[in-house]
């Protein structure tokens, strides 16, 4: 391929997943579901207009590093704390009935493998797709509502954050232990001495970056300094560690998150994230989303997909929240809310499928857990307000 190739590619990519992106919005659908069905249409499967290489691939891995970057920086810790250890706990919850939800899920349809397997790894990978939580739309919709500063809108708020956290962590395990080379002993060390090594060097470098923010605030060389130590946790997290790259991003992130200029960083990277980066690393889900395999079983097991992965967070989440003495109303708005899934569960599904543990038919599932999510979470918080408030 002629290397001047790769311009047009980017020019088809970034009109038709605005176009796509701008027509998911009015549909009341996530934008990224519109630049994921964008690269569908192009990619290989339908219309063919754009073919996937090597130098897209690589720029949707910086994509998705970008995006864990900027989730890390957007992280509230204060409120974290606050919250803590109930959202804690209904976190917890969040990603372990989900986890094995998806996990008996899998070896249901294709059976159960013993310890160690291909195949179990591969029903365990889509309980880790189920374990992420995306709030967007729940706090948008408690926005409209005024309750996202009540008791139960800002424990959905925490408890998705930590949702996020415990999900990477347990994806970091799963993608080490998958590994032939290596053992359970060494994943749980390696991981171990990967976060106690980014606690220590985390401390100085935020430091650093609050006297550099108060000696020149908003400045472009914030920014450019923390994307640097974004690449850099990426590839000290692969290289040294065998951890996936975008945990290191989201670390880098959580590190920045509370110096004075954390919003401004996040503005400058949503710059490219959102023009170039972003675009490319949706649409090339949508490249790698194979329709040709579609077929009675996969799509049977797609439509279970979804329910498990509605069901299971409703389930973990608001019982977890009873225990904490929430009440029935409000444990089950608390569930309802947690239950929604979006970039963090592509990203998740697109490392699956970079290191093997997944195939590329199973993006049908995954996309249609976000539509369907992304639909129903705003419609049921709205009905149980109502109902509620009525009462």
């Not at 408690?142 to 008791?151: A, D, H, I, P, Y």
Request: charged share 15%; hydrophobic share 55%.
């Amino acid at each position: 391929m002629e290397a001047y190739n790769i311009f047009k590619d980017l020019a088809i990519i970034i009109v038709f997943a605005k176009l796509f992106g701008i027509a998911a919005r009015k549909c009341k659908a996530p934008q990224v579901v519109g630049e994921i069905l964008a690269g569908l249409l192009i990619g290989p499967s339908v219309l063919g207009l754009v073919q996937q290489s090597d130098f897209l691939v690589q720029m949707a891995e910086v994509g998705v590093v970008l995006l864990m970057f900027s989730a890390g920086l957007e992280t509230d810790l204060k409120e974290l704390m606050k919250t803590g250890p109930v959202a804690f706990l209904i976190a917890c919850a969040g990603v372990f009935i989900p986890l094995i939800g998806g996990t008996l899920l899998y070896m249901g349809f294709y059976g159960a493998s013993p310890f160690g397997s291909e195949s179990f790894y591969m029903a365990v990978f889509i309980g880790v797709i189920m374990t992420a939580t995306s709030v967007s739309i729940t706090v948008q919709s408690l926005k409209e509502m005024g309750r996202l500063k009540g008791k139960v809108g800002t424990t959905i708020l925490s408890a998705a954050i930590i949702d996020d956290v415990i999900g990477i962590i347990v994806l970091t395990f799963v993608i080490g232990f998958k590994s032939p080379k290596s053992n359970p002993g060494s994943v749980v060390l390696s991981t171990f001495l990967f976060f106690l090594l980014a606690f220590a060097v985390g401390i100085v470098v935020y430091k650093a970056f609050k006297k550099l923010d108060e000696r020149y605030p908003h400045t472009q060389r914030i920014p450019i300094l923390s994307l640097a130590l974004c690449f850099f946790f990426a590839y000290a997290a692969e290289r040294y560690f065998g951890i996936a790259d975008i945990t290191g991003a989201y670390v880098a992130g959580v590190v920045l998150c509370s110096i004075q200029d954390s919003s401004y960083i996040d503005q400058k990277m949503e710059i490219s994230s959102y023009m170039i980066f972003g675009p490319v690393f949706f649409a090339s889900i949508g490249f790698k989303t194979s329709i040709d395999h579609l077929n009675s079983g996969i799509l049977l097991f797609s439509i279970a997909f979804v329910l498990v992965a509605l069901i299971t967070k409703i389930i973990g989440c608001g019982i977890m929240a009873r225990i904490c003495k929430f009440s029935i109303p409000d444990s089950i708005k608390i569930g309802v809310g947690m239950m929604t899934r979006g970039e963090v569960a592509l990203i998740v599904a697109q490392k699956g499928l970079s290191v093997g543990l997944l195939t590329s038919e199973y993006f049908t599932a995954v996309i249609l857990l976000i539509i369907a999510s992304s639909v129903s979470t705003p419609i049921l918080l709205k009905l149980l307000y109502a109902r509620h408030d009525a009462a």
